[in-house]
């Protein structure tokens, strides 16, 4: 069974990094697929980030492109976020997720930032 | 890259059949047989119900139901049940550009 965990820090200062990392279990990510970031502002729809594949080509959302990086690492079966300069609409959900011309199968739990002083 | 549109709000009686539509454009919805549709309950992940337009994977029930004309795609959840009540999101490939979503629907099963 595929499964993804966020993790990274519940809160960061504005101007901040963000930095999150997502450990996939039952599925190793050099067998493919792409792997991607997904948030949620609260009480608001999803929005895609970026993907990524395990070689580091990456497809990322032209609105929000100049600010996230993603990075991969097969060996620890994970992959990775920063988003830059971070602002109190960074604040969501951020979720990782495996898909595949847009079909997103499996998600993580979702993990809750909060950009505040 | 515009979100896909759906209805804010859908209803409907318990055994009755319901209709979410999603409409995109000729580059996303219209270009693609990559329509997938979500079902999220408060405070949970998305969970994948319908993809490729009409497919479903496996353990979604039948009661789910989708399909695609032009730029517009449907979900169809028929026989509603109590536990339909949850937010749902579609979404389309859209080439290099990837993957967009709709604003999301919240289905009410009255």
Redesign the interface.
């Known amino acids: 069974q595929v499964q993804l965990q966020e993790s990274g820090p519940g809160l960061v200062k504005p101007s901040e990094t963000l930095s999150l990392t997502c450990t996939v279990s039952g599925f190793p990510i050099s067998n493919g697929y792409w792997w ?1 970031w ?1 948030r949620q502002p609260p009480g608001k ?4 980030i970026r ?1 990524i594949y395990h070689s580091g080509s990456t ?5 929000l492109k100049s600010r996230f990086t993603m990075s991969v690492d097969t060996s620890m079966n994970q992959f990775s976020l920063k988003l830059s300069s971070v602002t109190a609409a960074d604040t969501a959900v951020y ?1 990782c997720a495996r ?1 595949t ?5 499996y ?4 993990i809750l930032v909060t950009v505040s002083s | ?1 515009s ?1 896909l549109t759906q209805p804010p709000s859908a209803s409907g009686s318990p055994g009755q059949s319901v209709t979410i539509s999603c409409t995109g454009t000729s580059s996303d919805v219209g270009a ?1 047989n ?3 549709w ?1 079902q999220q309950h408060t405070g949970k ?4 119900m319908i ?2 337009v009409s497919q479903r ?1 496996s353990g979604v029930p039948d009661r789910f139901s989708g399909s695609k004309s032009g730029n517009t795609a449907s979900l169809t959840v028929s026989g509603l049940q109590a536990e339909d009540e949850a937010d749902y ?1 579609c ?4 080439g ?9 629907t919240k289905l009410t099963v009255l």
């Not at chain 1, 011309?101 to 199968?105: A, L, R």
């Not at chain 2, 290099?96 to 979503?101: D, K, S």
């Open positions: 991607a997904i729809g999803l929005e895609w993907s497809y990322y959302n032209p609105s979720y898909e011309y847009g079909k997103v199968d998600w993580g739990q979702g | 890259q979100a693609y990559y329509v997938s979500y992940a998305p969970k994948l993809y490729e994977p999101y979404s389309s490939y859209a290099t550009n990837n993957l967009i979503f709709g604003g999301g």
